[in-house]
């Protein structure tokens, strides 16, 4: 029996990457606000904008074995720079988002279901220009280690902390091969990462192969919060 795998934002990105993966041996639901990018892919899709729409709006299976929430920003400015709305889009978008949907799903998950969220870097290395981001993610993985807690051994939950990812929503910070470079150069494997690096990482989170793995963040950026090459 194929597993039904949902992805809250999978349309582009990390999310088509691991669409792409998932989608020879998976029943797999992409809930976007578009599909572009899915039409020669085989998954369902249905349009959800996770703050327009109510998660009860969406028409999923009785019985989810996995589930990845995928919206998220970017906002890099000091934070002098930022007024507290910007702090709240980023938690509206990145946590609440994902609360709420997480709270429609549960009832639904599986025996042995796997859940996967998305943090950053800069919550366990401390950047500058961060601060938004950075305090929304880190929401996230003390939600995602408290769930694990309360939900185990029935679902897991777990969280990726990539550095930067070529993906269509880092593109100003890629956009020309001096900073592509300068980009690269700061990581100790000398590149950014790239969709499948992330995607392939997910899959490994949401099959059996990670059975005994919850309540992690697991870092996938190039070895840039704990090497030191300096």
Known sequence: MKKT???????????LALAKILQADHNVIVASRTKDGLENL?????????????PQTLELPEQIHGFVYLPGSITLRPVKMLD?????????INYFGLVNTVKYILPKMAEGGSMVFFSTVAVGTGMPFHTSVAGAKGAIEGFARALAAEYAPKIR???????LVDTPLSS???????????????????RVGSTEDIAQTAFFLLSENSSWITGQVLGVDGGL???NLS
Do not use: W
């Open 5 to 15: 795998i949902v992805l809250i934002g999978g349309s582009s990105g990390i999310g």
């Open 42 to 54: 085989d998954v369902t899709h249905i349009t959800y904008d996770v703050l327009q729409m109510a």
């Open 84 to 92: 507290i709305d910007t702090f709240r889009k980023d938690m509206e």
């Open 157 to 163: 939950s777990n969280v990726i902390a990539p550095s």
């Open 172 to 190: 100003r910070l890629l956009n020309n091969e001096r900073k592509q470079a300068a980009m690269a150069d700061r990581h100790p494997l000398k």
């Open 225 to 227: 919060s704990v090497l």
